[in-house]
């Protein structure tokens, strides 16, 4: 109690104005007005006087530790960005605008199938599915083209073989003629 009583007196002391008493002189020699009490700087209002110190505190304290490089495995090392984070978000972009391009030429694959193999193999050559964080063009294929891994393989090894008219004029080969002189097929059983 006696420690209380002590520190009150002390705060009550420290509030006087200690320039009262004195009159200053300012340039003109007129005395200068009396500011009355001086007054605690406190944060919020109706906070702890403490609590303005102690915020401050642990800002220098963040910033600090913010200055120095997390430790591996720690949940400050998800914050760090990479160093070749531009060259990775540009790999996204194209590899976002090439699955766009394959979507709409996929509609008619039947005249665009060359289109859609040199679009994946710019993909395989650039290797864009890094950028995803696949293991191998297959896995990113077997994922991410609706085609199929093996008909996007194929295509794939179309544009490393032939040119492009060659390649088309392979696929316009007309279909076998049905005859119609064979017989039309019984259903099992009868």
């Given at each position: 109690?006696?420690?209380?009583?002590?520190?009150?007196?002390?705060?009550?002391?420290?509030?006087?104005?200690?320039?009262?008493?004195?009159?200053?002189?300012?340039?003109?020699?007129?005395?200068?007005?009396d500011?009355?009490?001086?007054?605690?700087?406190?944060?919020l209002?109706?906070?702890?006087?403490?609590?303005?110190?102690?915020?401050?505190?642990?800002?220098?304290?963040?910033r600090a530790?913010a200055?120095?490089?997390?430790?591996?495995?720690?949940?400050?090392?998800?914050?760090?960005?990479?160093?070749?984070?531009?060259?990775?978000k540009?790999?996204?972009?194209?590899?976002?605008?090439a699955?766009?391009?394959?979507?709409?030429?996929?509609?008619?694959?039947?005249?665009?199938?060359?289109?859609?193999?040199?679009?994946?193999?710019d993909?395989?050559?650039?290797?864009?599915?890094?950028?995803?964080?696949f293991?191998?063009?297959?896995?990113?294929?077997?994922?991410?083209?609706?085609?199929?891994?093996?008909t996007?393989?194929?295509l794939?090894?179309?544009?490393a073989?032939?040119?492009?008219?060659?390649?088309?004029?392979?696929?316009r080969?007309?279909?076998?003629?049905?005859?119609?002189?064979s017989?039309?097929?019984?259903?099992?059983?009868?």
């Open positions: 109690m006696a420690k209380t009583k002590k520190a009150a007196a002390v705060t009550k002391a420290s509030m006087k104005p200690a320039a009262a008493s004195k009159p200053s002189a300012t340039k003109g020699g007129a005395a200068a007005k500011e009355g009490p001086l007054k605690r700087k406190l944060g209002r109706g906070a702890a006087p403490w609590a303005a110190r102690h915020a401050a505190k642990h800002a220098a304290e963040a530790r200055a120095e490089p997390p430790l591996p495995g720690s949940a400050r090392a998800t914050i760090r960005t990479p160093e070749n984070a531009e060259d990775i540009q790999k996204v972009r194209d590899l976002h605008g699955l766009s391009q394959i979507k709409t030429l996929r509609k008619n694959l039947g005249k665009s199938f060359y289109d859609i193999g040199v679009v994946l193999r993909i395989q050559t650039r290797r864009l599915y890094e950028a995803k964080r293991p191998s063009f297959e896995s990113f294929v077997e994922r991410e083209i609706d085609l199929g891994k093996t996007s393989l194929r794939v090894r179309v544009v073989l032939f040119l492009k008219e060659g390649a088309m004029e392979v696929a080969i007309p279909p076998a003629p049905v005859s119609t002189t017989l039309p097929m019984r259903p099992p059983g009868r």
